[in-house]
């Protein structure tokens, strides 16, 4: 299983960014699909994931401003993030996890400048 993400890069305070992940292999597409980052110094986080059915789940300090969505006939998760702080700093990873494995992609840096 890969899985590619695009989309990151330095956008200022108050902007907003789309990352894209695409899973190709083979894998249950009732597998979540997700998101984490990682800032430097800290531990990897989980910022939001998404059901095959299309449940979401959101950390506190991204929700509001941040959606997590799939196009399962793609292999496609999303994340719209909007409002975007300079604590948003880090390298996101996509991710998919469930009866079919767990698998992680490379990352893909964001920048926010205050």
């Known amino acids: 299983v890969q899985l590619q993400a695009s989309g990151g890069g330095l956008v200022q305070a108050g902007g907003s960014l789309r990352l894209s992940c695409a899973a190709s292999g083979n894998f249950f597409s009732t597998n979540f699909m997700g998101w984490v980052r990682q800032a430097p110094g800290k531990q990897r986080e989980l910022v939001a994931s998404?059901?095959?059915?299309?449940?979401?789940n959101y950390r506190d300090a991204v929700k509001g401003r941040f959606t997590i969505s799939r196009d399962n006939a793609k292999n496609t998760v999303y994340l719209q993030m909007n409002s975007l702080k300079p604590e948003d700093t880090a390298v996101y990873y996509c991710?998919?996890?469930?009866?079919?494995?767990?698998?992680w992609g490379q990352g893909t840096q964001v920048t926010v400048s205050s």
């Open positions: 998404v059901s095959n059915s299309g449940s979401t």
């Open positions: 991710g998919t996890w469930g009866l079919g494995g767990e698998y």
